[in-house]
């Protein structure tokens, strides 16, 4: 298969689907003025590959006339966006992460005994990042009801109602520990285990997009996880949703972004505090 280049007209010889570099521009443009997610030449393949699969399902014989169609808010456009959504995760994924949390939240359990921590899943994804963070609260706290909750959010809402059944199979849990697995799960079934309803309590699962105007999440938080998802904005996007980020949290409070994500340069409200762990400065 010879891939054309990007903003010509040729399409992706053998494919299935006409596929001109104008279709994957005005792909790659719909997507950055709705999400922020910018795609690279390299990911023309990909994007061929998951929108296939749409236009299959609606019927469309080329990619134009799959575009001719599409509108922010049309029933179509949520299988677009959650289509073009990278959703890698597992349990314990970067697990000093969750070390460097349940050392921080040992610390403010002191500080602030009696009192709720607030803690924000920013990318949730199916769930695993956001019941690690359950799981480490509850073994901090030596209690399924620790004194803690949780806000999940992701762009894609297919992932978010996996996350919210919150039932995965054994092999998904390979990286939890088994004596954490026999206590914060249920089998269900013959491979199949659940979160147990305490923990579930913990999470609040909500369809969020980071370019929203207005986000329905409410500080002081005391720490948030965006990892991964930062990597796929433009520089400028990057410092802006930072910035937001920064408003809902007190000084001291953690910041945690995925391994290959930066704010070394172009923000001054977070100091690097270890392995892409950031501490909110005053002010």
Same mark, same amino acid.
């Given at each position: ?30 997507? $950055? ?19 296939? $699969? ?5 019927? @469309? ?107 995965? @199979? ?7 520990? &088994?004596?954490?697995? @026999? ?16 923990? @579930? ?10 370019? &929203?105007?207005?986000?329905?999440? $409410?500080?002081?938080? &005391? ?11 433009? !520089? ?7 910035? !937001? ?34 501490? $909110?400065?005053?002010?």
């Amino acid at each position: 298969m010879t891939d054309a280049m990007p903003g010509t007209a040729d399409s992706l010889v053998g494919t299935e689907f006409a596929f001109s570099g104008q279709d994957f521009d005005r792909i790659r443009t719909l997507l $950055r003025q709705h999400t922020g997610i910018s795609l690279s030449d390299a990911k023309r393949s990909m994007v061929y590959s998951r929108l296939a $699969r749409r236009l299959r399902a609606t019927g @469309r014989p080329s990619f134009s006339a799959y575009l001719e169609g599409l509108r922010a808010g049309a029933p179509e456009w949520e299988y677009f966006v959650n289509a073009l959504t990278t959703n890698l995760t597992y349990f314990y994924r970067e697990n000093h992460h969750f070390q460097i949390l349940a050392a921080y939240l040992k610390r403010l359990a002191a500080e602030r005994p009696g009192q709720t921590l607030q803690l924000w899943c920013a990318a949730a994804s199916t769930g695993e990042e956001a019941w690690t963070l359950a799981i480490t609260a509850a073994e901090v706290f030596g209690t399924l009801a620790p004194p803690v909750r949780i806000l999940a959010t992701d762009l894609d809402t297919h992932v978010l109602a996996t996350a919210r059944q919150a039932v995965y @199979r054994r092999d998904q849990l390979a990286k939890v520990p &088994d004596q954490q697995a @026999r206590r914060y799960f249920i089998e269900e079934a013959e491979g199949l285990y659940a979160v147990r309803p305490e923990l @579930r309590a913990l999470v609040n699962f909500r369809q969020l997009n980071l370019l &929203d105007p207005a986000w329905p999440v $409410r500080g002081p938080l &005391d720490a948030v996880f965006c990892r991964n998802v930062l990597i796929y904005f433009d !520089r400028p996007t990057q410092l802006r949703v930072v910035e !937001r980020m920064a408003g809902l949290m007190p000084a001291g409070a953690l910041l945690f972004v995925g391994h290959s994500e930066s704010f070394s340069q172009g923000q001054q409200r977070f100091v690097l505090q270890g392995r892409t762990v950031y501490a $909110r400065q005053p002010g």
